[in-house]
């Protein structure tokens, strides 16, 4: 048996909230004049997958409330580090036969992790086109390119449809300052992962197949 307090917060391992045990505190008051700020760091660690974390729970006086006649609350503000990932990346990614898309996606993942949907959003249009370089070569523009997976079969007209408002979101996010909610850029990055699996990672896993079939 532990000793140790158990509070509940998000684990990244488990994608969920689950009960951690708080392995390590610490506290520092900071007074000025009427006001203070009351900062904790905890460590802590999930009780099912033992995943570590460190937390860090800030709370300002002026957010502090009466709840009765004798009672009082505040609105704690809590980060945690590693951020929260609300979103996987996906099980074939170390199957990508390219660094370079490697790279992008990992960055893509990093941002969804503090929210930056402009980057994640911007970075699935390059996604896109690191795709048409890697299967139809280098055409001098995107537009030539998309319509060269188009010509070759690797696209057809009915994803060409469901892809328009992705790409139009790459473009919107780049020029015109708009960002997606979480649910929009989740249809975003299904609709682009999608793709590379379709395009890039099954000819690879059934290539190998068929050499251990032989």
Known sequence: MTDDK?????????????????????????????????????IIECCGCENLALVKKTLFSEDVYQVGENERQGDWDTSIYPPVSYRTIPAWFDD???????????????????????????????????LIVLTVGDKGNFFRGKQALIDEGKLSEHEHEILKPVLEA?????????????????????????????????????????????
């Open 6 to 42: 158990i509070e509940k917060f998000y684990c990244n391992a488990c994608k969920g909230e689950t009960n951690h045990f708080v392995r390590g505190f610490y506290e520092k008051l900071i007074v000025e004049n009427d006001f203070w700020l009351d900062n904790n760091l905890l």
């Open 96 to 130: 990508l036969p390219d660094p370079t898309l490697q790279e992008i996606l990992k960055e893509i993942y990093k941002s969804l992790q503090t929210e930056s949907h402009y980057l994640a959003t911007f970075g699935s249009r390059t996604l896109i086109d690191r």
């Open 170 to 214: 790459g473009h919107a996010a780049a020029h015109r300052a708009w960002a997606p909610s979480k649910e929009m850029l989740t249809t975003i990055l299904d609709t682009v992962e999608s793709l590379i699996h379709r395009l890039l990672v099954l000819p690879k896993l059934t290539e190998e197949l068929d050499e251990v079939l032989r």
